[in-house]
């Protein structure tokens, strides 16, 4: 027994205390990617959308993509971890792929330190490839909404 519990108990609850915290800084990454795009968004200048739309209706869609993705998600990632690739070469979906290691390793790290000075050990309860997929799956949808929010700025000068 420790603390009132029983080992098996214990490793129970060290697994649901880790989960609920891993799930929960999945949401938060979310939150935070699609605050700082709508930020950045927001704070587009009548000026520099009309110096995107100047250009074909492909290097509109790139170039707003892009400087969405870097102010957003690639800044995010940075700050989450130094591990993360700065170099993206157009394809958002393969650098979400490449990356969700480095995020779920940040995660994970701070989530073992919230739970270490409680004596539990988080890390060998970590599913790492389970969390990889929840991860990168929610860093896919998370995009496909702020291209949805991208859309409609590459419309305005067509109407």
Do not use: C
Not at 38 to 45: K, P, S, V, Y
Request: net charge negative.
């Amino acid at each position: 027994m420790i603390h009132g519990y029983s080992k098996p108990a214990l490793l129970s609850e060290t697994r649901t205390h880790l989960n609920v915290l891993l799930e929960a800084f999945v949401a938060l990454d979310h939150n935070l990617i699609q605050h700082r795009a709508f930020d950045f968004i927001a704070q587009l200048t009548d000026e520099a959308l009309s110096s995107i739309h100047q250009l074909s209706p492909q290097e509109q869609r790139h170039r707003l993509t892009m400087d969405v993705f870097y102010a957003s998600m690639l800044a995010w990632a940075v700050d989450k971890s130094p591990e993360v690739e700065t170099q993206v070469d157009d394809d958002i979906d393969l650098w979400i792929e490449a990356n969700t290691p480095a995020v779920v390793a940040a995660n994970v790290e701070r989530v073992v330190t919230i739970l270490s000075p409680h004596g539990l050990d988080g890390y060998r309860y970590v599913d790492y490839d389970a969390l990889e997929r929840q991860q990168q799956q929610a860093l896919q949808a998370t995009w496909a909404i702020i291209e949805g929010w991208i859309e409609p700025l590459l419309k305005a000068e067509q109407t």
